[in-house]
């Protein structure tokens, strides 16, 4: 069955418009439910750096189901079945990390996607309950779930005309910070060399039509960003808003000193 409803995080990349998100690194169910209505297009839930959990991604989900923000999880790992548990708790995209090689890129694209199309396990009840077209799920899920891969390594860079040629892929996200320490610069984000990598990797997104995504900060950096392709950007954490809204308060922060 044709599906009906359009992803609209994808109807405004491909209307050439950006969209942000905000990661949520902490199992707060009230500050996810929070933040998806304070205007960002999607909700960065980690799994690959933060203690949350399944059960807090499905809890998260089932509260922002009436929400403006659609919800994407990043799994740990590349692996057909990480991504499976993230789906079937009713996400509607999936960031997969450390996306290296075309074999890769490959097995994210076939995990977002039932046969024939991909390799992934039909189990969705849950999901199809929080989903928009809940009894046309398959097709749906097929042709609305948002897939990003990150590339945070130099053998990415390297790999990059093979990844970014990989059918089923929507986003190549660039993780600055990975990639910068990949390269041996430790984080360092104004170098020559991470820029010169940052710049293989657009030229491939655009060669190839994928769209383009990266971290940003500040409005000032989306649209410095936005003038070199890019479209998707992550911005602060939940913990980084509520640092940015007791500064705007005139607070001082105080050093947290470790027992030992």
């Known amino acids: 069955m044709q599906p009906k409803w359009k992803h609209p995080v994808r109807a405004k990349l491909q ?13 707060s169910i009230e500050v996810a439910a929070l933040v998806a209505t304070l205007g960002f297009d999607f909700l960065w839930v980690e799994m690959e750096h933060s203690p949350v959990t ?20 990043r799994v740990p790992v590349i692996e057909l079945w990480t991504a499976k548990r993230m789906m079937d708790q009713g996400v509607s995209g999936v960031i997969f990390p450390f996306a290296s090689t075309g074999e890769r890129a490959r097995t994210a694209a076939a995990a977002c ?12 009840g849950l999901a199809t309950t929080t989903w928009p077209e809940p009894d046309n799920y398959y097709d749906s899920a097929d042709e609305n779930m948002m897939t990003m891969i990150v590339i945070e390594e130099a053998l990415a860079v390297e790999n990059i005309e093979e990844i970014a040629a990989t059918p089923g892929i929507d986003v190549l996200f660039i993780g600055t910070s990975d990639l910068s320490f ?79």
């Open 15 to 27: 209307a050439g418009e950006s969209v942000l998100g905000v990661t949520i690194s902490t199992p």
């Open 54 to 73: 399944l059960e807090t991604l499905r809890s998260i989900v089932l509260a922002t189901r009436s929400l403006p923000a659609a919800v994407f999880a």
């Open 113 to 124: 996607r039932y046969p024939p199309l991909g390799k992934r396990g039909s189990g969705a």
């Open 182 to 260: 990949s390269l041996g610069l430790r984080g360092r984000q104004e170098e020559p060399l991470l820029d010169e990598a940052i710049a293989k990797v657009v030229a491939a997104a655009k060669k190839h039509g994928k769209f383009l995504g990266r971290p940003a900060w500040s409005p000032e950096l989306v649209a410095q960003y936005r003038e070199q392709g890019f479209q998707v950007f992550q911005s602060h954490t939940e913990l980084g808003l509520i640092r940015l809204g007791a500064k705007a308060l005139g607070l001082k922060e105080v050093p947290v000193k470790a027992l030992y």
